[in-house]
Nanobody
Framework: EVRLVESGGGLVQPGGSLRLSCAAS????????MSWVRQAPGKGLEWVSD????????SYADSVKDRFTVSRDNAKNTLYLQMTSLKPDDTAVYYC????????RGQGTQVTVSS
């Protein structure tokens, strides 16, 4: 059974930073690309970033490019999202997803950017 557990969210001031983690189990993490997606209040699901299985290739939505960095540790079955220069528009529930951004997701972690 695929299990994805996100953590690291919280309340942060504009301009601040957070590092999200996603602990994966129930599948061979190292052979799957992974994605981060988010859902802001009252809005649909938005793709944020993805990373290839070996971590050699990454991509980002224009809205987060140059501010967010996705990475992974295949030895620890863990996916990360380092978020810097956070803006109020980044407020959302953040999910990691197995494979494409429409793949199985965890329960999410809330990120709130507010002064």
């Amino acid at each position: 059974e695929v299990r994805l557990v996100e953590s690291g969210g919280g309340l942060v001031q504009p301009g601040g930073s957070l590092r999200l983690s996603c602990a994966a189990s129930g599948f061979t993490f190292s052979i799957y690309g992974m994605s981060w997606v988010r859902q802001a209040p009252g809005k649909g699901l938005e793709w944020v970033s993805d990373i290839a299985s070996a971590g050699t290739s990454t991509s980002y939505a224009d809205s987060v490019k140059d501010r967010f960095t996705v990475s992974r540790d295949n030895a620890k079955n863990t996916l990360y999202l380092q978020m810097t220069s956070l803006k109020p528009d980044d407020t959302a529930v953040y999910y990691c997803a197995k494979g494409s951004w429409l793949g199985p997701r965890g329960q999410g972690t809330q990120v709130t950017v507010s002064s």
